[in-house]
């Protein structure tokens, strides 16, 4: 997907304004770093004004305030809370509006008005949230939550890192996309791996214990960058043979591997949501061939580098691959050199 955004927001649940200073200080200039969230940690030990004020004498980057979670009263206290952050100077508020539509559209419109950026969640990272999981909240509701707020001009959302499946699920049933900025916690600790979200463009990780906690935070984000830029690998092919001496050579390309495929129709349902950077595609696969699959992922993602692979007896087939969308071929069997000619192309 061309024009992905990854960046990171470090949540800044500590009580110590001058570990916030520091911290501030020395990640202020970092690009990766998107803006700080703030949440009842500092605000209810120094009130937000001061912690706005704090920070902001460091950095220009945005603010964003998470009253974990706010949005669960009644739908008039919603104008009295948008007033609180308008007058403290955040910048952007997450809603968790799960007290129902009436709060939702109270507390996200006095948020509107106040001329403050919106971002809604409905679902957390931990299990045992959903009525699927064994929680309280209907996972209709969850839904419901996603797509009323997109339809109210909502374009900011929540998603737990922790759950890539049921994110993938609601950005379907919402009707989110590309426009749509995704905030994600469970980074670190938690677990979370970016990878499973290709299928998301605009992306932050909300990262807390794991930055707060390291010995340099500058250092640590940088690990973090390189992690979140490893070009991405999809592997399509019906013999596992195949399979393995490509995925044996994928540490001398620095490749992360985010998925396999034996035949085409898993094939496309893996790369609808991994959106990998690359992909090695075989042409002869039961269940769609590799000559469909290449013309729908071309469809999906005009930018994906498709590596069609074919038999020295069928050279003319990969030629037709370059036509469906693939970007290069090479011929089976291929040597180490050649996947690495192949590969050295779009790294």
Sequence with gaps: MKGKIRKIIPALDITDLNQLKKLIKKIADVDFVYGYKVGFTLGLTYGLPKIVDTIKSI??????????????DIPDTGKLFAKVMKDSGMDEVILFPQAGPATLEGWVKALQDQHLKVIVGGIMTHPKFVVSEGGFITDE?????????????????????????????????????????????????????EAEFGFLKTHYLIIGR????????????????????????????????????????????HLEIVGEASNGETALEIFRRKRPDIVTMD????????????????????????????????????????KSGAKSFVIKPFSADKLQMAFSKFI
Excluded at 159 to 188: H, I, M, R
Aim: some cysteine; overall charge neutral.
């Design 210 to 253: 794991s930055l707060l906690e390291a010995d340099n935070p500058v250092e640590y984000i940088e690990l973090v960058r390189k992690k979140i830029a490893t070009k991405k690998l999809m592997i399509v092919d019906d013999s596992s043979i195949i399979r393995r001496i490509i995925k044996r050579h994928v540490d001398d390309y």
């Design 141 to 193: 509701s969850i839904s419901k939550i996603y797509s009323m707020s997109h339809s109210m001009g909502v374009h900011s959302f929540v998603v737990p890192l922790t759950k890539p499946d049921e994110t993938y699920n609601l950005y379907e049933q919402a009707k989110l996309d590309d426009k749509c900025v995704f905030y994600s916690p469970g980074f670190g600790k938690q677990g979370g791996d």
């Design 283 to 322: 042409i002869v696969m039961p269940r769609l061939d590799g000559l469909s699959v290449i013309r729908e992922m071309a469809k999906i993602d005009r930018d994906v580098k498709i590596i069609a692979v074919t038999s020295l007896a069928d050279k003319a087939t990969g030629i037709e691959a370059i």
């Design 59 to 72: 950095s220009d980057k945005p603010i964003i305030y998470d009253h974990q979670k706010a949005a669960t």
